[in-house]
């Protein structure tokens, strides 16, 4: 009889204890408060990856250059355009206009506007960056 007490009693302070645990779970949860975003912190700005293109110069008119690249998806020569602006960084050419015909080009870009807008362009001279030299 004395032990059926025990069990009952265990069993009516671990139920207690279960109820007193989930009420404390809930108060805390409640209790909580989210802190205020800073006023002063600005979104955060993440930097596009550049896209890279290479061919060889077909035409330059303005602030567009287009050339011959190879295409992967299709397993033929395209035309692509690409254009250029104040933002626009030159490697081993002064600006758009020492681009010839023919040179070969290695263009990183950035699509803004639906526009593939350039940012280094090298255009290496016949022998430089060749090895044994």
């Not at 205020?36 to 993440?46: L, R, Y």
């Not at 395209?78 to 600006?95: F, G, H, I």
């Amino acid at each position: 009889m004395k032990r059926n007490r025990w069990i009952a009693a265990a069993f009516v302070f671990g139920f207690i204890g279960i109820l007193s645990t989930r009420a404390l779970a809930e108060e805390t949860t409640v209790a909580r408060t989210v802190p205020a975003a800073p006023e002063a912190a600005e979104p955060a700005v993440q930097e596009e990856e550049p896209e890279y293109a290479f061919g060889t110069a077909k035409s330059v008119d303005g602030d567009k250059l287009v050339i011959n690249e190879f295409d992967y998806d299709t397993g033929e020569e395209k035309e692509a355009a690409y254009w250029v602006d104040s933002k626009t960084e030159y490697d081993n050419v002064a600006s758009l206009k020492e681009i010839a015909i023919g040179d070969e080009v290695d263009i990183d870009y950035l699509v803004k506007d639906d526009k593939e807008v350039a940012v280094p362009i090298p255009a290496p001279k016949p022998g430089e960056g060749e090895e044994g030299e």
